[in-house]
C-alpha cells in the first residue's frame, strides 16, 4: 500500500540547523535583529553606529509614535498660524503658562525645532529603512528560488509517497502545476523549487515609500498652503489679491505670486429650509449662482457652488461655507440728504439665522447744528419674528423680518489708526439718541419702515430690499493629491503585507534502492500558519493523482486497488 507522511505544523526549523540552508533564508528583506557591536574607537565607528541605530525600524516606529504625541498639543493648545486671536485670548487667562508655552514652541508646534527634527530624523530613518531592502528585494525578484534541502522531513510541511510513474515525469508534473499555480518555479538537481507570495515585501515597501510620500506631501502643503476667507453680498465681487480678503493665513514659503488669477461676482444665493417636522429650519438647498473669469482678460463663466461643491481654479478652491442676510438701509441727515444707503452684512448667532452688526457712517453726517459727526447703529436682525419673543428668530427664511436699531453719535475710533472689526460698535467715545423719556433710542423696524432720530438728526430708513450673504473659502493646499495617493498606497500595502504570505513548495523525485520512484513535498512559510500545509496537500492530492502511489512489496494488488487513497501517518520526530 503506498504510504504518505505530513509533519506536524511546528513552528519555523529549529535553530542550529544547517540542512535548510539557503532554503529557508531571505524571506523577508527585513534585516537582522543582531545586537549592534558598540564601537570601541574612532569617530567614524561611532558614526556608523548612529546611522545602524536610526534606519532600524524600532527606531523609526519611535520616531512616528514620538510625531503623534507631539502633533497632540497643536490640536489641543490655540496655534498661531490658525487663529492668533485665541491665542492672545489664552496668553491673557493663562499668564504663568504662556511664558511657558512660547518657550517650548507650543503655540506654533508645527514649525518648532522639536517638531521639524523629529519629522527630519523619521524622514531620514525611513529612506535608510528602504533603499537598502529594496535593492535586496530587487535581488531576490532577479534571482531564483534557491534548491530543496538535504532533508526535507525536517520542514514545517512535508508528505512523501512512492510511484511507478519514472522521476522525470513527476518533476515535469510538478513543475507544470507549480507555474499554473502561479509559482516562480524552476528544476534544480533532483528537484523542483518554486516561490510564491512576494506581493507581501511588495506592500510592505510600498507601504513605507507611501509613508514619505505622505510626510512630503504634508510639509509641502504646510510650506505653500493659503486661506482666506471673504463674505460677498449678492451683486458684488471678489478679485483674488490679498487686499480683497477679510482674513487670510498661509504657509512660510507662500508669496503673493502664488494666488492664482481670478474673481467671480454673487448672482445671486438660494436657501430653502425644512418648514415642519423634527427636521424644521434644517437647509435643504444652500446654492450661489455666480459668474467667475480666469486671468485679467478671461471670459465670464457662469457656475453654481453648492456645499461641498466647489469651484475648482488652477490650484485653488472656492468653497461655499455660510450664509446670512444683509438689510439695505439707508440714513438721512436732518436736512434730508442721503449720507448713508448700503446693503449691511450681518452675522448669524443660531441655526434660525439671527443676526447682529453694526452700521457705521464714517463721513458726510452734520447734526442739527451743522458740526462734522459720526453715527453708529447696534443692528439686531430677526428674519421671522414672533411677538412676544424678540430675542432670536423663530425659522431662518424671511417670514416676518424684523430689524432692531440702537442708535448712537460721537467718534467711532476709526480715525485712532486702530483696527477694529466691522461688525462690532466701539461705543467707548459715543453717546446714545435719548427719547423724550430720557432713554436710549431703540426701536423695531419692518421693511419699508422709518426711524427718526431725536432733535432733527436724521431718519434711518429699513428699505423693502433685504440682499443675502455668501461666505466663501478660498483654500490652496498643494501636495493633497499626493497626500491622498500616499494614504491609498499605504492601506494597500498594510494589507499585503498582513494577509499575504510568502512561501516555498520544494517536490523531489528521485529512485529509490528497490528501483521505485520516491516523491517527497515540503513546504516553508515566513511564519507558522495554517495556509503552508493546506495548500500542500491541495499540491501533493493533484500530483498524486497524475503520479499515483505504487503498491508495497508485500502487498495484495487487488488490495491495493481497492484502498487506493493514501494513508496518513506522522512523519518522523512528529507527535503521534
Known sequence: MSETKTSAPDSTPAAGDEDLGAAGSQLSTAPAEDAPNLPSLGVIGWVRWFWRQLTSMRVALLLLLLLSLGAIPGSLIPQTGIDETKVAEFRKAHETLAPIYDKLGLFNVYSSVWFSAIYILLFVSLIGCIVPRTWQFVGQLRGRPPGAPKRLTRLPAYTTWRTEAEPEQVREAALALLKKRRFRAHLIGDAVAAEKGYLREVGNLAFHIALIVMLIAFAWGQLFKSEGNKLVVEGDGFSNTLTQYDDFKSGSLFT?????????????????????????????????????????????????????????????????????????????????????????????????????????????????????????????????????????????????????????????????????????????????????????????????????????????????????????????????????????????????????????????????????????????????????????????????????????????????????????????????
Open 256 to 576: 503673493q505670486d502664488d494666488l492664482d488669477p481670478f474673481s467671480f461676482n454673487l448672482k445671486n444665493f438660494t436657501g430653502t429650509y425644512e418648514a415642519s417636522g423634527p427636521n424644521k429650519g434644517t437647509p435643504r438647498i444652500y446654492k450661489a449662482d455666480m459668474s467667475y473669469s480666469v486671468g485679467a482678460d478671461g471670459k465670464d463663466k457662469k457656475t453654481t457652488i453648492e456645499v461641498n461643491e466647489p469651484l475648482e481654479i488652477g490650484d485653488s478652491k472656492v468653497y461655499l461655507v455660510s450664509h446670512g442676510y444683509a438689510p439695505v438701509i439707508t440714513i438721512r441727515d436732518g436736512k434730508g440728504d442721503i449720507v448713508y444707503r448700503d446693503a449691511v452684512p450681518l452675522l448669524p448667532l443660531d441655526g434660525n439665522v439671527t443676526s447682529t452688526g453694526a452700521i457705521k457712517v464714517m463721513d458726510g453726517y452734520r447734526n442739527a447744528k451743522g458740526e462734522r459727526e459720526q453715527l453708529g447703529f447696534q443692528a439686531f436682525f430677526l428674519p421671522t419674528y414672533v411677538k412676544g419673543n424678540e430675542l432670536a428668530s423663530q425659522f431662518p427664511a424671511l417670514l416676518n423680518p424684523v430689524i432692531n436699531l440702537e442708535a448712537y453719535h460721537g467718534d467711532l475710533g476709526v480715525d485712532a489708526g486702530i483696527p477694529q472689526s466691522v461688525y462690532q460698535l466701539n461705543k467707548k467715545n459715543l453717546k446714545g439718541f435719548k427719547d423724550a423719556k430720557g432713554a436710549q433710542v431703540r426701536e423695531n423696524l419692518k421693511p419699508g419702515e422709518t426711524m427718526k432720530l431725536p432733535n432733527g438728526a436724521g431718519t434711518v430708513t429699513f428699505e423693502k430690499e433685504i440682499k443675502e450673504w455668501a461666505g466663501f473659502q478660498v483654500a490652496r493646499q498643494p501636495g493633497s493629491g499626493w497626500a491622498l495617493a500616499g494614504s491609498l498606497a499605504a492601506i494597500f500595502g498594510l494589507a499585503a503585507s498582513l494577509f499575504i504570505q510568502r512561501r516555498r513548495v520544494w517536490v523531489r523525485a528521485a529512485t529509490g534502492s528497490d528501483g521505485v520512484t520516491v516523491v517527497e513535498m515540503a513546504g516553508l512559510g515566513r511564519s507558522e500558519s495554517a495556509k503552508v500545509p493546506e495548500e500542500l496537500g491541495d499540491l501533493a492530492g493533484i500530483l498524486y493523482e497524475q503520479a499515483p502511489g505504487a503498491p508495497d512489496a508485500e502487498d495484495d494488488p487487488a488490495e491495493s486497488e481497492a484502498s487506493p487513497d493514501p494513508q496518513v501517518v506522522p512523519a518522523e520526530g512528529a507527535e503521534k
